[in-house]
């Protein structure tokens, strides 16, 4: 979706009261950070919310994305990681909180005329 919005709609909101397009991702790629670093063992920042350009948001999104996936990767028994949860339930926590987000920023690109990734192989 990061790579897929159009620069111009990283300031879209779909309503004045909500976060835009950019904040959204930004948003995303600093709690996948903070939850994936976490189950890793570390305590990793990428301060996305201090980014605007597309090219630096999408940046962060991946190196977020990169750091889940070594989280899913390295995932053993339930051993602690923080906040009093363990690995397997930090990771779980952010991916539920991703398809949250995943869907209002799916609102965005609906309402720009854009298909989202999940549904562009789908008949509309």
């Known amino acids: 979706m990061a790579e897929q919005m159009p620069e111009e709609n990283?300031?879209?909101?779909?309503?004045?009261d909500v976060r835009s397009f950019g904040e959204l991702v930004a948003h995303v790629a600093d709690t996948q950070t903070r939850f994936c670093s976490m189950a890793a063992g570390e305590q990793k920042s990428v301060n996305a919310a201090s980014k605007k350009a597309k090219a630096d948001l999408a940046a962060a999104l991946r190196d977020s994305s990169a750091?889940?996936?070594a989280a899913f990767d390295g995932l053993t028994d339930a051993t602690p990681a923080g906040m009093g949860r363990?690995?397997?339930?930090?990771?779980?926590?952010?991916t539920g909180h991703s398809n949250e987000e995943y869907g209002y920023m799916s609102v965005c690109m609906r309402?720009?005329?854009i298909v989202p990734p999940s549904s562009a192989d789908r008949k509309q």
């Open 67 to 69: 750091m889940c996936d």
């Open 10 to 16: 990283y300031a879209f909101k779909a309503t004045p």
């Open 86 to 94: 363990s690995k397997l339930a930090l990771v779980e926590f952010n």
């Open 111 to 113: 309402l720009k005329g």
